[in-house]
């Protein structure tokens, strides 16, 4: 008997190990697929407005209308709708003080307005505006007419329609900084630094960096999917909210429970007692049926606790008439 309880003792210690182990083994799972998720998660930042939980990158195929060169992205179509907004002067008919907005000009103000569709901007990698992508801009705007809007005070192309919809007062860009290139990304909020230093990372519309290609790789892909609306022309629709990270969670958990269920029941199966005392087993000399073994389970062997023979069969087997209420005479 002894050395059965020892034995439940010893099953029930391999059992704790085990249970460690695999606790260890999914948590450790469970932090390295979080630590990789983490830094593919969207940060709010200017026009690139999202509500928590923030959501992950995602790969939307067929890409944006506006910024198509970041297929991997952090925006989404109001994104992209608050974007055209902020540089529609630069791509209105041409107005009475200017034969028309600059080429050049119209595509350096996407560059820098597609900025936050940058998956390394999107995530926070990329926090600052290269330097020489500052001087690209103000020298191909150089000559062009902006002015500062009357309710945010940002910076916007001019034209007739912009300048009467937000009470604009245009002048050339040149006039509006006369501090160079760097006062012309600081009225943007943007923080210049060198890129030649190495040390940072920065944006400058460039799409062919390595760095592109890793933070976007295993990326959900979204489909677009084709809705018809009032005007029965189609429209894209995107969710950029992920449930990737949510199954992962629902994975771990179940096969948590299905290994504590199959360990349980392992233990229990072995903790059966395999002995059987003349009590329990035998026929007595009084010809009584031969009782059932006590109740065990994986906890009782877990424990090293003894079964106790209940008082009803020590009296039937002693011979003694059983009486659950006598009272002492």
């Known amino acids: 008997m002894s050395c059965d ?20 083994v999914l948590w450790t799972s469970f932090k390295s697929t979080r630590a990789q998720s983490d830094h593919r998660t969207c940060k709010p930042q200017g026009l690139l407005t999202l509500d928590a939980p923030y959501p992950q990158l995602q790969v939307l195929e067929g890409g944006l209308p506006f910024c198509p060169q970041f297929p991997c992205t952090c925006c989404n179509r109001s994104h992209i709708t608050a974007m055209h907004r902020s540089m529609a002067g630069a791509f209105d008919e041409p107005s009475s003080l200017s034969s028309s907005f600059s080429s050049r000009c119209a595509e350096m ?27 690209a801009w ?34 050339r860009l040149n006039a509006l900084v006369p501090e160079g290139a760097e006062q012309l990304c600081a009225l943007e909020g943007l923080e210049v630094v060198d890129a030649e230093a190495g040390a940072t990372l920065c944006y400058d519309g460039s799409t062919m960096s390595s760095d592109l290609g890793q933070i976007c790789e295993g990326a959900p892909v979204v489909k677009r999917r084709v809705r018809t609306g009032r005007s029965g022309g189609a429209s894209s629709s995107e969710s950029m909210f992920s449930w990737s990270a ?43 049926s031969p ?19 209940q008082t009803s069969a020590s009296q039937k087997l002693a011979g003694k008439p059983y009486r659950p209420h006598a009272h002492p005479r």
């Open 5 to 24: 309880i020892i034995l439940g003792h010893h099953i029930g210690l391999h059992g704790q190990v085990f249970l460690s182990h695999l606790l260890i």
């Open 109 to 135: 103000l996407k560059i820098i307005a597609c900025r936050p569709c940058d998956p390394m901007v999107g995530v926070g990698l990329k926090e600052k505006v290269c330097r020489h992508t500052c001087k």
């Open 138 to 171: 103000l020298s191909a705007c150089r000559n062009d007419y902006f002015g500062f809007d009357s309710i945010s005070g940002a910076l916007v192309p001019c034209s007739n329609a912009a300048a009467t919809s937000r009470l604009l007062i245009c002048s």
């Open 246 to 288: 949510l199954w992962v969670k629902l994975t771990l958990a179940g096969v948590l429970l299905y290994f504590i269920n199959m360990v349980r029941g392992w233990m229990k199966k072995r903790s059966k007692p395999k002995w059987r005392s003349n009590l329990h087993t035998g026929h007595s000399s009084h010809g009584l």
């Open 291 to 309: 009782l059932k073994g006590p109740s065990w389970s994986w906890w009782n062997m877990l424990s090293g606790g003894q079964s106790v023979v």
